[in-house]
């Protein structure tokens, strides 16, 4: 995995982000992916030398269920290896 400094920080972020927009997202009625899946997913992308991850605060049925996924695995690593973009824009649900 190749790397970029981000500014002056000496904070490594991988080349590559790991996109998290269709975890808990349903299609038709079905999950598409599901919360261990998401965290297979996260964790291969970790074994895999990446430490960014993208997320919003509307991504996941209901809005916002991907940052939680996301913070119950994080629960299991170091914090300061990663780097999370996180947007706001849309509101909620209701």
Request: proline share 2%.
């Amino acid at each position: 995995m190749e790397y970029r400094t981000l500014g002056s920080t000496g904070t490594k972020v991988s080349e590559l982000c790991f996109g998290t927009w269709r975890f808990a997202m349903e299609s038709n009625g079905t999950v598409e992916t599901d919360y261990d899946t998401a965290h297979d997913l996260l964790d291969t992308a970790w074994e895999n030398g990446i430490n960014f991850i993208d997320t919003a605060n509307v991504y996941g049925d209901p809005n916002g269920t991907s940052e939680e996924w996301i913070g119950d695995w994080l629960s299991e690593y170091d914090r300061e290896d990663f780097v999370i973009a996180s947007k706001v824009y849309f509101p909620f649900d209701g």
